[in-house]
Structures are given as C-alpha cells and as structure tokens.
C-alpha cells in the first residue's frame, strides 16, 4: 500500500537561517506531488507542485523554493527563513488509480 | 484559474441535527470535487468525493451533491454527532492536476 512521510514532525528555527523540509512517497511511481502551507486557523494555500523529477511548478512568489531530486522524493527549502514562513507544512500527492489526493502528517514550523 | 468559495465559514449544530456546507467553483472544465475533514492539530482527510458524471454521491451519514450547471456542490451531515465537530474544506479541479481549496468551514456539534 501507498504511504507517505514527512520529516521533521515539528521544527523551531530562528529567522533567517536556513530550511529543508522532505516528503516521501511509497509504494507507487512518479506520482504528483503538492507542497502546502498552512498559516494558524488558515485555509490550504498551494505552494508548488511537481509532475516528475526536476519538474516544479511554483504557484506563489517567495522565498521558498521546492526540487525533486527522485521520483518519490520532494523537498521544500529557504535560504533564509521570515516570520511569515511559521504554519504547517503539508505534502500530498495523488493516487493514479483512482485520482485521489492525500496529504502527508505534515511539518509544524515555528519561526522565533 | 479555478476560484473555489466555501460558506458558512462556521456552523454550529446540536448532536442530531443535520450540517450542510457549500461551495461554488469558477471553471467549468473542473471534473474532481473532493471533500477533507481537518482535526485540531491533524492533517486534511479525505472523506467523500464526487466526479463530474454523477449528481450524488452517499457514504453512510455523508453524502454530496453536484450541480453542474450552477456550478456548485454540497456536503451534508446527517444525525451529527460530537466527533464530527472538525474544520471541513472543499476543493475542486480537474484530475491530476491541482486542487483548488475552499477556505474551510468550522463545524461544532454540540452534545
């Protein structure tokens, strides 16, 4: 069966060092994959999404960026971390048998 | 692009009551509108969803409706019950490629 990680769990970082975020997926191939941030009491806000290795779609301007470096595997990263960039990191990805999205457990970043 | 809007943005009901959330969705190419239950401090769950080709959709308490036409699409919440009190987000886009997120409805099912 299909399941999917992220790590780490929770994370406190002070502004302006760096970031990286990482989601697995096993038990399928090339399958999309979605990273999105959501802020305190917030909606689901999209922040980029991927197709295939070394393909990234990004869907809001900022200082984070996102690689693919295998198939499974998608990474969320900054070079310098804001306050802003504080909420719950979640990674999805779809299922090709029947179109279904599911989301990861998720990453709680605090910025301090 | 896909605009998605989501009402009430919180729904308070008494255990047994019925809950019913709405959305609209801007594109009509979209074919896919799902349905996520998020607990306190959890990640998004899927619950139900519906496919352009059926108007209805129902799994137990949960059922979903699609209008096409109007571009809209419901959830409904039979015989609440405390454990159902969550935030409930829909979403609507064409499959696989993105989703498109409502802005979430709080529900609170009080006993």
């Known amino acids: 069966s299909q399941t999917i990680h992220q790590w780490p769990a929770t994370l406190v970082q002070p502004v302006g060092s760096p970031l990286s975020l990482e989601c697995t997926v096993e038990?399928?191939?090339?399958?999309?994959l979605y990273w999105y941030r959501q802020a305190a009491g917030r909606g689901l806000q999209l922040l980029f999404y991927s197709v295939g290795i070394g393909q990234i779609s990004s869907e809001v301007p900022q200082n984070l960026s996102a690689s693919r470096p295998q198939d499974r595997q998608f990474i969320l990263s900054s070079k310098k971390l804001l306050l802003s960039d504080s909420g719950f990191y979640l990674c999805?990805?779809?299922?090709?048998?029947?179109?279904?999205?599911?989301f990861g457990p998720g990453t709680r970043l605090t910025v301090t | 692009g896909e605009n998605v809007e989501q009402h009430p943005s919180t729904l308070s009901v008494q255990e047994g009551d019925s809950a019913v959330i709405k959305c609209t969705y801007s594109d009509s190419a979209s074919n896919y509108f799902p349905w996520y239950k998020q607990e306190l401090g959890k990640r998004p769950q899927l619950i139900i969803d519906i496919r352009s080709n059926v108007g209805e959709k129902k799994d137990q308490r949960i059922a979903v409706t699609l209008n096409k036409t109007a571009k809209h699409f419901s959830l409904h919440i039979t015989e609440t019950q405390p454990e159902d009190s969550a935030v409930y987000f829909c979403?609507?886009?064409?499959?696989?490629?993105?989703?498109?997120f409502g802005t979430g409805t709080r529900l609170l099912v009080s006993p």
């Open positions: 979403a609507a886009g064409v499959f696989f490629q993105k989703l498109v």
């Open positions: 038990g399928t191939s090339n399958p999309n």
């Open positions: 999805a990805w779809i299922d090709p048998t029947n179109y279904e999205q599911y």
